[in-house]
């Protein structure tokens, strides 16, 4: 068993929110999660909405249904019927005792505006991830590290994107990682196939969504790129406005994450338009139809796998992280930083993604126009390489292994 980040972020949110919501992506571990905190405290309620009869009933009378559960209680996949969140609110209105429900969901609620309304300073969102490494190997909260100035020191790290093949086409899938080659391939095709043909119809007024697997596609080719609404509409056939809603529904299900730029006014071209990642890199690189021996090999490969890697390994550590961070994209011209991460405060951190395992000067250019642009609300730069240590490489600048991120 892997102890996972979010276990503390729920025990603290059930102690004093009335509604605590799990929600991520199929197959996470969400109803483990859960159920290992219902065992842990006691709580002897646990139901799923999977099971056709319970989600008959709360269909049919949500009011009844949430009347008749005791209280503190577990709902796995709550999404199946979203009237049960709506009849929630009326109980914890009426008994505003903390830690009442505890609930999970496959789909972020938080898109649904009635149930978001209805919900808003009675719930709490966790959202768990894919494993991430740092869970894997028991490794401490590299964005807390970055906002304090002291990436972690590694001295000794493995050398090469294809030391690294490994875990990238691995992902953090619980149940993916146990398994390899076609089996693994065949996994990762069923859990697309389920979460299309359930989560996204159960979602989705639209009638026809035939054009979604291929989109999935063609974002898992330009993963860590920017999206261009217009190109994917003509390569599918159908309007700019479709796809922007089936770009929202596949984030709502936890496929893929959007990260928006970043938008400091410092010069007038900065581009606007959103990166794209694929939350999960053994899912993206069965949508490419690539295995790890193309990871260190292939140029169309290597680049969109690490730093989408990268990424998302450090937007899964924010959520547990001390200090409140949004991530960001940066690009303006030729310049670029993979991702920014933003304190309420406005302190920031950069981080360039380097398939490299000798960082450049050029590597850095753009993290020192940055840090010059921001003054002392810049506290780290970080170009994240393939290389054996962390190196300084000027003020407030480093370059520093991948493996620093779980180190």
């Known amino acids: 068993m892997v102890a996972r980040w979010a276990s503390s ?106 149930v978001k309304d209805a919900l808003t300073g009675r719930m709490e969102t966790i959202t768990l991830w894919p494993l991430a490494q740092g869970e894997i190997h028991h490794g401490r909260n590299v964005v807390d590290a970055f906002l304090e100035g002291t990436p972690p020191v590694v001295t000794d790290a493995i050398i090469g994107v294809d030391a690294y093949a490994g875990a990238l086409a691995g992902g953090g899938f619980p149940e993916a990682l146990t398994r390899s080659g076609r089996r693994r391939d065949r996994w990762y095709q069923n859990y697309i196939d ?16 035939d054009a979604v697997p291929h989109l999935l596609r063609l974002l898992a080719a330009q993963s860590a790129g920017l999206v261009n609404y217009a190109t994917l509409a003509g390569h599918l056939g159908v309007s700019a406005t479709t796809v922007t809603a089936y770009i929202e529904l596949l984030e709502t299900v936890f496929m893929i994450r959007r990260l928006p730029a970043w938008r400091p006014g410092l010069v007038a071209r900065e581009v606007h338009a959103p990166k794209v990642h694929i939350v999960d890199t053994g899912l993206l690189m069965h949508l490419l139809g690539a295995d790890e021996t193309r990871i260190g090999r292939d140029d ?56 490299s395992a000798t960082p450049s000067a050029a590597d850095r250019r753009c993290l020192e126009k940055l840090r010059d642009a921001a003054g002392s609300r810049f506290k780290a730069g970080v170009i994240v390489y393939t290389g054996r240590q962390t190196v300084p490489q000027g003020d407030r600048l480093w370059a520093m292994p991948v493996s620093g991120l779980w180190a």
């Open 9 to 114: 972020l729920v025990n603290e949110a059930m102690e004093d929110t009335r509604v605590v919501f799990v929600m991520g992506a199929r197959q996470v571990g969400k109803s483990t999660l859960v159920a290992d905190h219902a065992r842990e405290h006691g709580i002897s309620a646990v139901v799923t909405l999977d099971d056709k009869v319970v989600r008959d009933a709360a269909r049919s009378d949500p009011t009844g249904f949430v009347a008749g559960l005791p209280r503190p209680c577990v709902i796995d996949e709550v999404q199946r019927a979203p009237d049960v969140l709506l009849a929630i609110k009326e109980t914890v209105d009426r008994d505003p005792r903390p830690g009442s429900y505890l609930l999970t969901g496959s789909s972020n609620v938080r898109t649904n505006r009635r």
């Open 194 to 209: 389920t979460t299309l043909d359930r989560d996204l119809r159960d979602l989705s007024d639209a009638a026809k969504l």
């Open 300 to 355: 169309q490969v290597t680049g969109k796998a690490l730093e989408t890697f990268v990424a998302m390994e450090i937007i899964k550590q924010i959520e547990s992280a001390r200090t409140d961070v949004r991530p960001y994209h940066y690009r303006a011209g030729r310049d670029e930083v993979d991702l920014v991460l933003e304190t309420r405060a406005g302190d920031i951190v950069g981080v360039e993604v380097k398939a």
